[in-house]
């Protein structure tokens, strides 16, 4: 194969998996579970903005929590804003580090003595937010398949502009080797969409079951008043 042609390969390949990376990403900021990937945030401590690693460490108490453990107590509100900011759906909450100050009923303040975290808990899965969930996935899946779409066009075009007069074996390599990226990052986007929805389906499903317990459990209240 020619080297312009593997060169020409490897740039298609190259921005046709940049696309598909950013999908996940943007499929990750619609907050399901805790994904660590998803808390790209600055915080701006003193005047200066560091990564969000820089000023907490990261740990994940639930499936659908982020606990963020200040490395300094002062950096405590600054954490909360930043991170608000990025992700607005988040329920965010200071907690203390002492479980018994949570017994307490100290988690909603922040004057309380004693060293707090930040807990970040994604929204439930209800109704609304399942179908806004599913339209964001197919929404973003579209916008990033057409754009790679657009990438195997234009490399074939540029592929077949460089095999001009080359044999026919020669341009059927090229053909091969450029399909075959495209088809594997495609699956890729797929695959990334299809975890997403089970996500979102798995979380709304979890929430019908909890809707329905509390109420059965009202119900058996009041038939036994």
């Keep these: 194969m020619r080297m312009t ?26 907050g399901v579970k805790a994904e660590p990937a998803a808390l790209t945030v600055e915080v701006e401590v003193g005047g200066e903005r560091m990564n969000l690693e820089e000023v ?20 405590l509100f600054a ?47 209800n109704d609304d937010r399942h179908d806004a969930g599913m339209d964001y996935v197919k929404a973003i899946y579209e916008e990033m398949t057409g754009k790679i779409d657009a990438v195997n066009a234009a490399y ?15 341009m059927d390599e090229a053909k091969e080797e450029l399909q075959k990226v495209y088809d594997q990052i495609k699956d890729i986007c797929k695959s990334y969409r299809e975890e997403k929805e089970k996500q979102i389906e798995e979380a709304y499903q979890d929430y019908l079951k909890k809707k329905a317990e509390a109420e059965q459990a009202e119900s058996e209240r009041q038939a036994a008043r």
């Design 56 to 75: 907490a460490d990261v740990a994940l108490p639930q499936d659908d929590q982020f606990a963020l453990i200040p490395k300094e107590q002062d950096y």
């Design 156 to 170: 074939g075009a540029k592929i077949a502009k460089q095999l001009v007069g080359a044999k026919p074996e020669e």
């Design 79 to 125: 954490i909360c804003k930043a991170v608000t900011q990025a992700h607005p759906d988040y329920k965010i909450k200071q907690k203390p580090m002492d479980e018994d100050g949570e017994e307490n009923g100290e988690e909603e303040s922040s004057d309380g003595e004693g060293d707090r975290y930040v807990l970040c808990t994604m929204p439930e899965v």
């Design 5 to 30: 042609v593997y060169k020409l390969l490897q740039e298609a390949q190259q921005k046709m998996n940049g696309y598909a990376v950013y999908m996940n990403y943007q499929f990750m900021h619609f």
